[in-house]
């Protein structure tokens, strides 16, 4: 029998960010299992069949905890779901995917991200006056509490960590099924031979000059750890590094602070900032290897699309991608973002050109692109959805 799914999610504008992508990428392919899958969203603008949108009407651009659980709840009474899957703390849903981590850890990671103890000490006082933050946070302790409520489906192991260490949860009530993504996506080839002229251009480079570029892209530059990489690129330069490098940051963050970082290092001459990108792929097809030495990312897309197009990678602990390649052999971990010389180390590393193309051969034979597909994703959240209705009919 054709199950009946209801995914929760606050507002369906892809273009908010991965969280919203990446939850119509899996309704998608949840949809090719043959699964009847609804979006219940609180705002959005699509009339897309079986999205429902159910608290347009009010005038403020979010939509309170309180008011979409009484949306929801009345579109439940009128509707039936096999299962509710939410990625919002809602204890009356059957999974919690929460596609940016518990809120605990967010906060936590966020303060430290500022690297500074003044600033630090106080957004930690400051945090509770976040009352939106507040009340999700509440939600999310409350569901982890509850003995019946529902399964927590992380996206890394990093996530089920989380959940282990601000709430007690016992593995039984944990699920980690690591994010995917859509593998196919089509490189535009004019596109991305514009692009990299460009590039090339802005940085007073040759094709001959076969210079080594480092992608960074995201939209939050404090927290994805754009300072500390910069300070790294100083290192590396510093160090004599194989060949010249370069840095290519894509993203809608603001510049100006990272401009006079790179001037006060000297590198700003190996720095370009592209501003936002819609397809990062044709980005990932003419540079060398991703890097992203993020404070906070519960499985960054970023990274996952650029292991995909079969580039070396570079990343911290605190991003749980890492579920997905082995260190030292398709990339490089680093423990923190604040660690300086290991970020540097990884940089140097990756300007041997033949340190790249084993990376880039490595993760083409160990066929990571299978395991980052969202294909593999869906199926293991049909397995879960199986086992929920298995125990509810056995009851």
């Known amino acids: 029998m054709k199950k009946k799914v209801a995914i ?10 991965g969280a919203e992508r990446s939850i119509f990428e899996l309704a998608a392919a ?6 009847e899958v609804h979006t219940l969203a609180a705002k959005g603008n699509t009339e897309t069949k079986n999205i429902h949108i159910l608290c347009n009407k009010k005038p403020s651009k979010r939509t309170s905890y309180f008011a979409f659980v009484k949306a929801l709840k009345k579109h439940l009474q009128q509707n039936s779901y096999d299962i509710i899957h939410s990625t919002l703390p809602f204890d009356f849903a059957d999974i919690y995917q929460p596609r940016g981590g518990s809120f605990a850890e967010a906060v936590e990671r966020n303060i430290t991200s500022y690297q500074n103890r003044y600033t630090e000490t106080y957004k930690k006082i400051t945090a509770p006056l976040n009352f939106r933050r507040a009340i999700l946070l509440r939600a999310e302790k409350k569901l982890c509490k509850k003995t019946d409520a529902p399964i927590i489906t992380c996206l890394s192991q990093y996530v089920a960590s989380q959940f282990k260490k601000h709430y007690n949860v016992n593995d039984e009530r944990l699920a980690v099924i690591v ?5 196919n996506k089509q490189i535009e080839a004019a596109r991305a031979d514009k692009l990299r002229s460009q590039i090339l ?9 076969n210079p080594i570029l480092f992608l960074f892209a995201a939209n939050n530059f404090r927290l994805k750890g754009l300072s500390c990489l910069i300070k790294a690129m100083a290192v590396a330069k510093s160090q004599n590094a194989n060949r010249k490098t370069y840095l290519v940051v894509a993203g809608n963050g603001g510049t100006a602070k990272y ?18 990108l819609r397809h990062i792929q044709n980005v990932l097809a003419i540079t060398n290897v991703a890097i992203l030495p993020t404070f906070y990312d519960p499985c960054s897309r970023f990274i996952l699309e ?16 890492i579920d997905l390649f082995t260190d030292g052999k398709h990339g490089k971990i680093i423990d923190e973002p604040q660690n300086i010389p290991a970020l540097a180390e ?24 299978e395991k980052i597909s969202i294909n593999r994703a869906a199926t293991q959240i049909d397995c ?12």
């Open 8 to 17: 929760i999610i606050e507002r369906t504008n892809i273009a908010l960010g």
């Open 30 to 35: 949840l949809s090719n299992l043959n699964i």
């Open 179 to 183: 994010n995917g993504i859509k593998t």
């Open 201 to 209: 251009a802005k940085l007073k480079l040759k094709e001959a000059d």
């Open 259 to 276: 401009r006079y970082l790179a001037r006060k290092l000297n590198i700003h001459k190996q720095i370009v900032f592209l501003g936002s």
């Open 306 to 321: 650029a292991l995909a197009a079969n580039k070396p990678v570079i990343t911290t602990k605190f991003n749980g991608a």
């Open 346 to 369: 990884a940089i140097k590393y990756f300007t041997n050109l033949d340190n790249i193309e084993k990376a880039s051969e490595a993760i083409i034979e160990d066929n990571l692109k």
């Open 384 to 395: 879960l959805y199986e086992q929920i209705l298995a125990k509810r009919r056995n009851k």
